[in-house]
């Protein structure tokens, strides 16, 4: 059987980049059927999570400045561990040759890395020479932006855009949690050795949703009931394999809250309705040592490859308040949002309660805005001989002992601030194209030849339908372009295909997964009507050309 | 009135980048009215050139490897002219540092920029310190690739990304010239002090189609008749503005050909769509100084903003065979069509007879081949002394004079190679989403109150209807709650607003141009109708909820 990528490549679903210049490995160019899979795809998550759930979209640039990656944790922790080779100059991941040799290198330190790779004496796959010591290779692609150079990264994630926009979307949402934002777009790796095709890219799409929640009700999610019953198969950081209904995994503590385990529902649900094979797909949880440096629970749903075994194609975390903190810290902005309490509290505090009797002797015409002043400080602020310092009208003022009193009182809090948590559901876009059309590749025997048959859910296909003639004489041909113009005219994405014989399109067709195909035959000219022949079944209907688009 | 960057801002169209960091000039984020609007205009765009012209769509990586931009012209071509400040270090580009003096700096080399400004004294408009000479800075963002750091760059154009890619798409639409090839996605130019807002970003996106001709018949468009009749706002070269048909300003040779008059109404067509009034746009051709180092001819669709003037958004050009020519040269891959004659031609043609009788008894068994390479040698490497080198199995041979002859013969020839045209027409996606929110704000005196209306065609509004219900008591808004669940499960982008009276609710709807508001009221819960108000006109109509979805 050809391989899918083959396939994929022969028939303008993807091609290596920059071929005609040696190639650049990480890099893979969408075709016309691919990118016309792709938008389909992007469209079904739209569908799905921004219609569907009300996750708005946005749209950020790919460049970001320096501060967002030193907050978000990038510029420290999203390194690898390489060695170079002395003698060609070769990069290589130092855990991946290890990982070659049979050691399993899962939390080791770098150390240890170093350490085991001198022991077995490990060299330069390429050419054979020696290795350097471990060094750190951030893995975001950096660049200069305008003529100072001002440091700039491609963002190793969408998901950053999201948080730093905090309080515009907080706003725009009215100030009510929990919300959703969505975005689909480009990010950035700079991967050392990428070698798995569209697995690893140096530039892929991502589409992520941000879901920032109160974290006190990350267990009640208004839409759980509707998923509860949806029964998923999990591998759980134990190891032991389960399959248990949403409502099950959480109540046994296997999957932390409601939240996560509803957006592992829809992943499945969408991976469904993309044409993943629902025995391929399973969910499994991170250990400790590999979650992300921001996440505190994630779970990946992974899809079973004939040529790569388990592929993660989602990621579904729980990022706790680690972004929005750090991009406080960072930028000293507050990004936080006010929960009010269901029944407002009455709360006791101390102030200091101004003697406007004694004040106003003193300070006269500015006794009022001192006494004003003097309740408004804090009370940690009086100083060891009980007087307190306060700012009027840029000058400073020293109140003595006196003029005012310490006084406890009671006062109705309406509700407090807090920062948020999210959960972010990840999708690796090209990841799923991969699965997707390995999943939809069969081979058949029609009419006595063995055939490969993309059998793409209709939703997704690139071509809507296909356009033939039976055979290309008696206006038969004329006829069916035209009504590839009105289909196309009705925004179909239609296929006109007219050489060789119609067994040849029809096999044509099926190789690159278009659901229907329409034929214009004899019949056609006596009374306006078409076959549609079904790509799985390969039943033929026939019906009137006027009702065709609406049948479609 | 409120200016339409600050609306676009405030309502959640359009946010500058990284506030929280202190901003970055040149970036732009699309909150989720923005995102939402732009890809409406991007399958606006979709349907008139992909689905509707059949240019295929890809989807290539952002991030392109050296040799493309060498090749391109862009490494050595694609620079502006700067100045430094000796004080403060800051970047200005020198011809706008004397456009701002009053000084028409078209067509002016740099040696005589540098005269002008320091003729004029010219300082640091930050700081008021000297200036350095002009350097050259080249705009495009350069990163590494891999450990190694291999030199790649952000494409300033998506263009590029298609012509390298020529043999792949040539093979998938069957080598058959014209063809059409188009790509939506981000491209980058590294602009030194970008201050134009949406219109001058060092991230934005583009909309490209590239459309590969045989240079013979740019002119003649097989759905030029269509299109013929169309009448357009001209700017020639000449300065004279005119407004003719496509039909007249192909014959007057105002513009150069069908293919690109063919593409300047597609284009108008496409703005109108969009709603930019006709009246506000224009094609104003570029002269010969301002021409892109690629192009022979370019039209730009010029639309006239309240703000900013007249502002490019779409550029056609005629690209000749630059492209292709270049990534020849560079790559030594051959990136041609085969152009078959109409009638074959016969050509006379010397080539090398071998003969065989002699050549049988000195070379055996390997005579036969020898004949044959003897035949497919060039007759120009014949020596001096009649004999020729050829090289059979690795060896090289001398036969000699005598063994063979040289004869003329006819021969029938098909066809010839040629390197395609290529003509693009390049949409500016943020700057026509500048112009279609500025055209589409306008006041208006409603309910004795001055409003804000954003009148964006019901295609393209961010959100396809509003649901309210009239008051938030006796189940009402549960009923609403209702309806706008099931319009957002048949795929509409619906809003569900609760909050102020149902006046200002309207207002607030009017405000970011949603087209239709449905209405929840008593009357719905008696007969199941609700009232569906069209924005513009503010007209109510009541109509079943059964038929609702059907009626927008």
Same mark, same amino acid.
């Given at each position: 059987?050809?391989?899918?990528?083959?396939?994929?490549?022969?028939?303008?679903?993807?091609?290596?980049?920059?071929?005609?210049?040696?190639?650049?490995?990480?890099?893979?160019?969408?075709?016309?059927?691919?990118?016309?899979?792709?938008?389909?795809?992007?469209?079904?998550?739209?569908?799905?999570?921004?219609?569907?759930?009300?996750?708005?979209?946005?749209?950020?640039?790919?460049?970001?400045?320096?501060?967002?990656?030193?907050?978000?944790?990038?510029?420290?922790?999203?390194?690898?561990?390489?060695?170079?080779?002395?003698?060609?100059?070769?990069?290589?991941?130092?855990?991946?040759?290890?990982?070659?040799?049979?050691?399993?290198?899962?939390?080791?330190?770098?150390?240890?890395?170093?350490?085991?790779?001198?022991?077995?004496?490990?060299?330069?796959?390429?050419?054979?020479?020696?290795?350097?010591?471990?060094?750190?290779?951030?893995?975001?692609?950096?660049?200069?932006?305008?003529?100072?150079?001002?440091?700039?990264?491609?963002?190793?994630?969408?998901?950053?855009?999201?948080?730093?926009?905090?309080?515009?979307?907080?706003?725009?949402?009215?100030?009510?949690?929990?919300?959703?934002?969505?975005?689909?777009?480009?990010?950035?790796?700079?991967?050392?050795?990428?070698?798995?095709?569209?697995?690893?890219?140096?530039?892929?799409?991502?589409?992520?949703?941000?879901?920032?929640?109160?974290?006190?009700?990350?267990?009640?999610?208004?839409?759980?009931?509707?998923?509860?019953?949806?029964?998923?198969?999990?591998?759980?950081?134990?190891?032991?394999?389960?399959?248990?209904?949403?409502?099950?995994?959480?109540?046994?503590?296997?999957?932390?809250?409601?939240?996560?385990?509803?957006?592992?529902?829809?992943?499945?649900?969408?991976?469904?309705?993309?044409?993943?094979?629902?025995?391929?797909?399973?969910?499994?949880?991170?250990?400790?040592?590999?979650?992300?440096?921001?996440?505190?629970?994630?779970?990946?749903?992974?899809?079973?490859?004939?040529?790569?075994?388990?592929?993660?194609?989602?990621?579904?975390?729980?990022?706790? $308040?680690?972004?929005?903190? !750090?991009?406080?810290?960072?930028? *000293?902005? +507050?990004? @936080? #949002? =006010?929960?009010? %309490?269901?029944?407002?509290?009455?709360?006791?505090?101390?102030?200091?309660?101004?003697?406007?009797?004694?004040?106003?002797?003193?300070?006269?015409?500015?006794?009022?805005?001192?006494?004003?002043?003097?309740?408004?400080?804090?009370?940690?602020?009086?100083?060891?001989?009980?007087?307190?310092?306060?700012?009027?009208?840029?000058?400073?003022?020293?109140?003595?002992?006196?003029?005012?009193?310490?006084?406890?009182?009671?006062?109705?809090?309406?509700?407090?601030?807090?920062?948020?948590?999210?959960?972010?559901?990840?999708?690796?876009?090209?990841?799923?194209?991969?699965?997707?059309?390995?999943?939809?590749?069969?081979?058949?025997?029609?009419?006595?030849?063995?055939?490969?048959?993309?059998?793409?859910?209709?939703?997704?296909?690139?071509? $809507?339908?296909?356009?033939? !003639?039976?055979?290309?004489?008696? *206006?038969? +041909?004329? @006829? #069916? =372009?035209?009504? %590839?113009?009105?289909?196309?005219?009705?925004?179909?994405?239609?296929?006109?295909?007219?050489?060789?014989?119609?067994?040849?399109?029809?096999?044509?067709?099926?190789?690159?997964?278009?659901?229907?195909?329409?034929?214009?035959?004899?019949?056609?000219?006596?009374?306006?009507?078409?076959?549609?022949?079904?790509?799985?079944?390969?039943?033929?209907?026939?019906?009137?050309?006027?009702?065709?688009?609406?049948?479609?």
């Amino acid at each position: 059987m050809e391989d899918v990528i083959e396939l994929a490549r022969r028939r303008g679903f993807l091609w290596p980049s920059y071929e005609i210049y040696g190639g650049a490995s990480g890099f893979y160019d969408y075709g016309p059927l691919g990118a016309a899979l792709k938008n389909r795809v992007e469209d079904l998550w739209r569908r799905f999570f921004v219609i569907g759930e009300g996750y708005m979209e946005i749209s950020s640039p790919a460049i970001g400045v320096e501060e967002v990656f030193r907050a978000s944790g990038h510029v420290s922790h999203f390194v690898d561990p390489i060695v170079t080779c002395e003698k060609c100059g070769e990069g290589f991941r130092a855990d991946h040759l290890l990982k070659e040799k049979g050691v399993d290198t899962d939390g080791m330190t770098y150390e240890e890395l170093d350490e085991e790779l001198s022991k077995r004496k490990v060299r330069c796959p390429a050419c054979g020479g020696g290795l350097s010591r471990i060094n750190t290779f951030n893995l975001m692609f950096k660049t200069g932006i305008g003529a100072a150079g001002r440091t700039g990264y491609l963002r190793p994630e969408t998901a950053q855009n999201i948080f730093i926009l905090f309080n515009r979307l907080y706003e725009f949402y009215r100030k009510k949690l929990p919300f959703g934002v969505a975005q689909l777009g480009r990010a950035y790796r700079n991967e050392i050795s990428p070698r798995q095709g569209l697995l690893r890219l140096r530039e892929f799409s991502q589409a992520e949703a941000e879901v920032f929640v109160d974290p006190g009700s990350k267990d009640r999610h208004p839409r759980f009931p509707e998923v509860s019953h949806v029964k998923l198969r999990l591998l759980p950081g134990d190891g032991e394999p389960r399959e248990l209904t949403a409502a099950e995994m959480v109540e046994k503590g296997i999957v932390a809250h409601q939240y996560l385990a509803y957006h592992m529902v829809r992943t499945y649900q969408f991976l469904r309705e993309a044409g993943i094979p629902v025995e391929r797909i399973r969910f499994r949880q991170h250990r400790k040592t590999e979650m992300a440096h921001y996440a505190c629970d994630c779970w990946d749903a992974e899809v079973l490859t004939e040529r790569y075994g388990w592929v993660e194609v989602v990621g579904i975390a729980d990022r706790t $308040d680690y972004d929005l903190r !750090s991009h406080i810290r960072e930028s *000293g902005v +507050d990004l @936080k #949002a =006010f929960l009010r %309490f269901d029944t407002p509290k009455r709360e006791k505090r101390v102030i200091l309660e101004p003697d406007m009797k004694r004040l106003g002797p003193v300070y006269k015409d500015k006794a009022k805005e001192v006494g004003e002043l003097i309740r408004a400080s804090d009370p940690g602020k009086v100083k060891g001989d009980g007087s307190i310092d306060i700012v009027v009208e840029g000058e400073r003022l020293n109140i003595e002992k006196g003029m005012f009193s310490k006084k406890t009182v009671e006062e109705r809090v309406e509700g407090e601030k807090i920062i948020p948590h999210v959960i972010e559901p990840s999708f690796g876009i090209d990841r799923i194209i991969y699965c997707i059309l390995e999943s939809a590749r069969t081979t058949e025997e029609r009419n006595g030849e063995e055939r490969t048959v993309l059998r793409l859910k209709p939703a997704i296909a690139p071509y $809507d339908v296909a356009v033939f !003639s039976l055979v290309s004489k008696e *206006g038969l +041909d004329e @006829k #069916a =372009f035209e009504v %590839f113009e009105m289909l196309r005219e009705k925004g179909f994405l239609a296929l006109y295909d007219t050489s060789g014989t119609i067994g040849r399109r029809y096999a044509r067709a099926d190789e690159i997964g278009v659901p229907y195909a329409v034929t214009v035959d004899f019949q056609t000219l006596e009374d306006d009507t078409v076959t549609i022949r079904d790509r799985d079944t390969m039943k033929q209907e026939r019906v009137k050309i006027a009702d065709l688009a609406e049948r479609l």
